[in-house]
């Protein structure tokens, strides 16, 4: 990033850095609403206005997300594909090689598939009535091929995420693809992007609360029945939450790249992607930075091809071995940052915690840490997100006026903590 600065590459130096909006050439704010009207693009308001920029910073953060989409594709089949097709055989015969799906199986029913088939049924219905009344400028066939999309990423996803407990983002895929079939119309890019990456991230999810209810021995029917009311109910809050806290800091998250409690910079970047590809046909004849996103993809796949060859001639230096690195993830977090604006005294009580756990509980506390670990890290998770959830309506001003904290050297009132981005 501060290569791609000081070099002025794609014109870095004229757009305020790591802003993810949607920039005019003079460097102001894109008026996206002027130039699509309806939802629809207005070829006079885009003569007027201009071709879109991307800042130099958000530009390298694409390259980089859609590589790791490349490196994830290539690493599930170069690297775990024999594993894939030896856990299907078994499953197929009838052979648990799991000790804890070996006693679920034995001891309680399994959820039959048909519940599965009609919860696809509803679900797929209720979409497509959203579709087809709703105005969004999505066509039915797009829905349908947005779904395929995510069925077809999300096994990937969830082989990831079940043997590093991380997954990759791979939404940039789905509006690359969106804005190739459906030109000119960023909010059916969003819509087309929003169902094929909630097939990804509910099958993540979903399947991990399987498996946890197989090391818990929670029947399978009860989990289920269980899932299916928690997603209802949870829509419901996340909702009422949402809207309370777009409506109590409108201005703030769509007039800015947001500040220390509200992050407008995740919610513009997802609208700066929509936007962008929506204008693809346009965007490719005017520089090279929007090429750089499918080259990602081959990039990527690339890397991984020839880190397998590798580590098919060379399995380990020393003690090490190379079928333990995963480029996907070290892709994914090279460019991390301005994609996702994370304030990085995030990442550091990220990094202090994972530290404690893996290095100081594992090292000199092992007993703690083989029986106590996933407590441990259970109640750092559920602590943090009950003192935000209370900090959010009580201090940030998620339902009210906020109530900010004393301004001094270490709290930043006005911004991100760690002083970046920097106030436009």
Known sequence: MLGIYYTNAWDAKSQPFMSTRLRSENGKPYPVAEVFTGGVLNQEALAKYGIPRLTGSFA???????????????????????????????????????????????????????WYIALLVLSF???????TTQHITLPAW?????????????????????????????????????????????????YFAAWSHNVISNAVNLSNDLKMGEYLKIPPR???????????????????VMISIVNGNRDLLVNSDGNSSWSGATLQSYNTNATSWALAKYLYKTGARYALVPIGLAIGFGMVAVHRVIAHFVPKIRNFSLYDVNLPQFIQYAGYI?????QTCVLFSQIIAGFFVQFYLRNYRPRIFKDYSYLVTGAFDGASLAALFILSFAVFG???????????????????????????
């Open 125 to 131: 219905v209720l979409g497509l009535i959203v579709v």
């Open 398 to 424: 998620a339902g009210g006026p906020s109530v900010p904290f004393p301004k001094w050297w270490g709290n930043n009132v006005d911004g991100y903590y760690d002083l970046c981005p920097a106030p436009e």
């Open 222 to 240: 009860v989990m289920f029945l269980t899932q299916v009311y928690g997603t209802i109910l949870g829509g419901f809050i996340n909702y009422a």
């Open 142 to 190: 797009a829905y349908v091929v947005s779904l395929l999309l995510g069925i077809f990423i999300a096994p990937l996803s969830t082989l990831l995420y079940s043997r590093y407990g991380n997954g990759i983002a791979t939404n940039n895929l789905s509006k690359m693809l969106a804005g190739l079939i459906l030109p000119e119309r960023p909010i059916g890019n969003m």
């Open 60 to 114: 390298y953060a694409m390259f980089m997300a859609n590589a790791a989409i490349g490196a994830l594709i290539a690493h599930c089949f170069l690297f775990w594909g024999g594993d894939v097709v030896r856990a299907y055989k078994s499953s197929r015969e009838g052979r648990h090689d799991d000790r804890h799906h070996a006693h679920m199986a034995k001891h309680y029913k399994e959820a039959p598939w048909w």
């Open 338 to 342: 301005p994609y996702n604006a994370s």
